[in-house]
Every structure is written in C-alpha cells, then in structure tokens.
C-alpha cells in the first residue's frame, strides 16, 4: 500500500492473462494494444493511438494534474517467437502458485500491466501527487524498437522514465550500445578445380571472421559491460557449382559503450581487414537496429533519490543500482532522447525460451515501488 493506493496479485494476475491470450509478436501488437487501450478507457483514462513506422500502434495516456514534473512509465506490449518445448499453450499460460508460465509473462507484458495499475491507482488519487503522468505500450522493442521511435518523435517529454523490465534485484542505471556490421567481400570466381586463377571470397571471409574479435576486442568501460560477436558468414552460390565463391558476407553485432561512436568501429575493422593483405576486397555497412549506450549515473538526482527511498521502504533494503547488458527501450529514451530512466521490474525467467514465467507476487511489489516513486518525484 502506497498512501491509499494498494495494489493486489490476483487482479494483476487476471489482467496479464487478458494481454498474454492476445499473440503480439512484432508487427503484429494492435490486437493487443486495443486490449490495454480499452482497459485504461474503462477504468478514466483517456488514451491516444500513435502508430510507429511498423504500421503498429503505441498506447499512450497522459494523466494532468496540474503545473510540475512529467514523469513516463514505458513498456512494450510485443514479445518473441514461441520457442520450441511449451509444456503449455504460450497463449493460454500455466500457474503454478504464484508462479505463471507463459510467453511475455515476464518480457514483459507483467511491467505493462505494472504500470496501467500504477497509472489508474494515481489517476484516482490525484491529491498525492502534481504534474504530468504518461503512461506507454510501446511496440517493436524485441525488433527495431520502432515504437520507443514513435512515442520519441511524437513530441512527447518527460522529466524522468521507469521502464518495468523484468530486472528485479535492484534496478538499471546504464546499458551499452549496439551496432550491427556487415562486411561484404569481393574476390574472383574461377573453376572449383582451378582455385589458383581466382580469388576465394569464402577463404578470405573466414580469415577476417576468425580473427576479427580477437584483433579489434570490445571496448572496456569502468561501468558499463559489453560484449561482441559473430553472427553468421556465408559464401558461394546455395546451387551446387564447382565455382569459386565470388562473394562472401560476415555478420558482427558488437555492443558499444559511452564514448564510442559507429566511425571508431568501422575505422578499427578496415584497418584489420587492411593488415590481412588479402587479395579480396571488404566492404563495411551498418545495419538495422542501431542503438545508442545510455547512462544516468546520478545518485543524487531527485528521480534517483526518488526511487531509492521507494525501494527501501517497500523491499526493506537499499536497492543494487547498476549498469547491465541487456539493450531496452531505455537505449532510446535516454541514450537518444536524454530523458533520465530506471529500469525495474518484476520477477521472472526463462527470458526468449520456452517455460517463461513471471513471479506473480513481485508485481504488486513493483507497483508500490512505482506509485511510491512517482508520488514522491511529481511534487514539483
């Protein structure tokens, strides 16, 4: 109980249900975001459809009360693809206890429904709290985040953001960047049985491959973590033909920290594709998602302190503040955008696997962590 906000399991539990029986994997949310859209219609809140480049729409509902503050509580209504191996329909889900398998249980249609009780607990109890509360159901984060875009580029502000992923020891201050690279090679077709008269496409993407995360390593940051990788490499003609590979393409998503722009990357994989003195030719291009690294370092910040004192009093002890590696919609928000943001959510597991699940006793306890958080930071 937050004041006179109290939020309870069971209902959570029923309304996840309601989101989590509605598939809603990228491009495919409206059905799913019309069932949040009524629900906040229904219960005083007044929402807008904002559709993003996907041709899917974001649910938004700004809640006024009056000169001060805006403070945004995001989260996205999309999920993955069902994996393999459910031991129940995805869509229709399994509780055992307080514990309920199914897909986006816990990534993270549970922080959607966290905060549309949070938004209706503050929309009723109006003489806690002054400024603005923005409620949004993004879609596209587990794609290209075109909804995290489209709620940006709306004209929307705020003065701070709680994203409700499911981080629930503690809470998200900072992520890295992501960066996707192609590297498409060029050599010489010949006879499969006169190698010698061409230039093997194949050969010389692998030798790049190989080598490539060990001759230009991620970037080391004192706090923020990161990581890169292969991702796949492909040659030749998918026909059977005893010819050369002529064209050959690497793919290399590699995670960027504060500091690091897209030219360092691309300038340090030209100078080792350069050192191999191969007879091929490299290209280098970015693809699709690119993200910015996001850090909002500030323990004293009144959002920051906001949320520290929730934390304490409704979980009993000061909460781990921490970057992570996990790329979210806070990537845009404050990485682009510049809007201050905490990332913290309910219990769950079994992320982009079969058997996810969510702890339904953990969403209540976000919400009071919520409400509590935004009583206290939209005092002006």
């Not at 869509?91 to 199914?102: K, S, T, V």
């Not at 002054?130 to 709620?151: N, P, Q, R, Y």
């Not at 690091?260 to 030209?270: A, N, P, Q």
């Not at 850090?295 to 302190?305: C, E, L």
Request: proline share 6%.
């Amino acid at each position: 109980m937050v004041n006179m906000m109290t939020f309870n399991k069971e209902e959570a539990f029923s309304l996840l249900k309601s989101l989590v029986a509605v598939r809603s994997y990228p491009g495919e949310e409206e059905a799913a975001q019309q069932v949040c859209a009524i629900w906040m219609n229904e219960n005083g809140m007044r929402t807008r459809l904002v559709t993003a480049k996907n041709g899917q729409p974001n649910v938004i509902a700004e809640i006024d009360n009056g000169p001060g503050p805006a403070l945004l509580l995001n989260g996205h209504m999309d999920t993955v693809l069902a994996a393999e191996g459910w031991k129940c329909d995805p869509w229709q889900g399994m509780r055992e206890g307080d514990l309920f398998y199914a897909l986006g249980a816990a990534d993270m249609k549970c922080g959607v429904v966290a905060n549309m009780l949070v938004a209706r607990e503050l929309a009723r109890n109006k003489h806690l709290w002054k400024g603005t509360l923005i409620f949004s159901s993004v879609t596209d984060e587990e794609a290209l985040s075109m909804g995290a875009h489209a709620l940006m580029d709306s004209g929307l502000r705020a003065d701070a953001c709680i994203v409700t992923e499911p981080f629930w020891d503690g809470a998200v201050i900072g992520a890295p960047g992501k960066i996707l690279i192609q590297v498409d090679v060029t050599g010489k077709a010949a006879h499969g049985f006169l190698p010698w008269e061409g230039i093997n496409a194949g050969i010389e993407a692998a030798r790049f491959a190989a080598q490539v995360c060990s001759a230009v390593p991620e970037v080391k940051h004192p706090l923020v973590p990161s990581s890169q990788t292969l991702l796949s490499i492909h040659a030749g003609s998918p026909q059977y033909v005893i010819t050369l590979p002529e064209k050959a393409s690497v793919l290399l998503t590699r995670q960027i920290v504060p500091g690091e722009t897209r030219d360092d990357v691309l300038s340090k994989l030209r100078a080792f594709a350069d050192s191999l003195q191969s007879p091929a030719t490299f290209e280098f291009g970015v693809r699709d998602p690119f993200y910015t690294p996001w850090s909002f370092d500030q323990p004293d910040h009144v959002f920051t302190r906001a949320f520290s004192s929730a934390y304490q009093r409704v979980r009993g002890r000061a909460p781990e503040i921490r970057h992570w590696v996990g790329i979210t919609d806070a990537n845009v928000i404050n990485g682009e955008s510049g809007i201050p943001c905490i990332v913290f959510g309910p219990r769950g597991g079994n992320f982009h696997q079969c058997q996810e699940w969510v702890d339904l006793v953990s969403i209540p306890v976000v919400c009071d962590v919520v409400a509590e958080t935004a009583t206290a930071f939209l005092q002006g």
